[in-house]
């Protein structure tokens, strides 16, 4: 399937930001977030579409996990 917006619905156009036929990757990320927070910080009844600070904060208890796991060889609960 191609990425082209012309060919996509106005909701999926939306994370669409090249014509068709030309690579969105890594730098693409960040553009979407940033456009999404922005709009969040202009508007506060928008969704959160973006990474939070929960967010955050869980993805560093999973990484805690992985390296005890790895220090012990063993499997771990992650931590709450």
Do not use: C
């Given at each position: 399937m191609v990425?082209?917006?012309?060919?996509?619905?106005n909701?999926?156009?939306?994370?669409a930001?090249?014509?068709?036929?030309?690579s969105?990757?890594?730098?693409?990320?960040?553009?979407?977030?940033?456009?999404?927070?922005y709009?969040?910080?202009?508007?506060?009844?928008?969704?959160?579409?973006?990474?939070?600070?929960?967010?955050?904060?869980?993805?560093?208890?999973?990484?805690?996990?992985?390296?005890d796991?790895?220090?012990?060889?063993?499997?771990?609960p992650?931590?709450?």
């Amino acid at each position: 399937m191609v990425k082209d917006p012309s060919l996509l619905t106005n909701g999926a156009a939306n994370w669409a930001d090249l014509p068709g036929g030309h690579s969105e990757g890594y730098d693409d990320t960040f553009k979407q977030i940033f456009r999404r927070f922005y709009r969040r910080v202009a508007d506060k009844n928008a969704p959160i579409e973006y990474p939070t600070f929960e967010d955050g904060i869980r993805q560093m208890r999973v990484l805690d996990a992985v390296l005890d796991s790895s220090h012990k060889r063993a499997w771990v609960p992650a931590m709450d």
